[in-house]
């Protein structure tokens, strides 16, 4: 059982031209939506993370866009660069009580042509 | 401040052997979270370590077990290993407090292959 669906899962942008990647999620109880990204042979780094009572966070050329209503959010990188290239994940954050779980999404592979 | 270390980075294991990996948090957190990651299934929840008690887990067999010890650092062990249990093993440490905090950081992962 998915309950964070990333698209697309692949993505080839230009240097210079903005990167989109789109998340939802089916759980309405989740807590904080962090974004990682991800080199090969290296462990996911936190990139950019959102509370659900914030419509949007930027954070240099990365900005977080969240649409409570819709179960929506979203990435956006503005001018790409050929550093970016790298598989990105959306994830959800739950707390119940104790428990902490971080449920990621599938990834998107980004491509940045120089 | 030094990150999350995983150890070994590699391991090569037969079919039927049993592995235990290894996780040092980051000083001062106290969460520590196991993820399997493949191509075909992303990552995926293994299970989360709190004050030395496992307090969630994911869809995994039995075999897939863990401990935290009283330092916070952490292993996972994984008994009669199958071809399908070869993957990268990431561990991800949290400080943790309430609702705040909760940013998870990962380590490099240990490369388990299966033969």
């Known amino acids: 059982q998915q309950q964070v669906k990333q698209s697309p899962q692949s993505l080839i942008v230009q240097k210079g031209g903005i990167s989109i990647i789109n998340c939802a999620y089916e759980?309405?109880?989740?807590?904080?939506f962090p974004w990682y990204q991800q080199f090969p042979g290296k462990g996911p780094a936190l990139l950019i993370a959102?509370?659900?009572?914030?419509s949007e966070k930027k954070e240099g050329r990365f900005t977080i866009s969240f649409n409570k209503s819709a179960k929506q959010f979203s990435l956006h990188i503005m001018d790409s660069q050929p550093g970016d290239s790298a598989t990105y994940f959306c994830?959800?954050?739950?707390?119940?009580?104790?428990?902490?779980?971080?449920?990621f999404g599938k990834g998107t592979l980004l491509t940045v042509n120089p | 401040k030094a990150g999350v270390t995983q150890t070994p980075r590699y391991l090569i294991k037969t079919r039927g052997q049993q592995v235990t990996l290894s996780c040092s948090p980051i000083?001062?957190?106290?969460?520590v979270s196991w993820y399997q990651q493949t191509p075909g299934q992303g990552l995926q929840f293994l299970f989360e370590?709190?004050?030395?008690?496992?307090?969630n887990k994911g869809n995994f067999p039995g075999r897939f077990s863990g401990r935290q010890f009283s330092n916070s650092r952490s292993e996972m062990n994984v008994s009669t290993l199958e071809l399908g249990d070869s993957a990268l093993y990431l561990c991800?440490?949290?400080?943790?407090?309430?609702?705040?905090?909760?940013?998870?950081?990962f380590g490099q992962g240990t490369r388990l292959t299966v033969v």
């Open positions: 991800a440490s949290s400080f943790r407090r309430g609702r705040t905090n909760t940013e998870a950081f």
């Open positions: 759980n309405t109880a989740f807590d904080y």
């Open positions: 959102i509370r659900p009572d914030v």
């Open positions: 994830a959800a954050i739950a707390f119940r009580g104790s428990n902490y779980k971080l449920t």
């Open positions: 000083s001062g957190h106290r969460s």
């Open positions: 370590y709190f004050s030395e008690t496992q307090r």
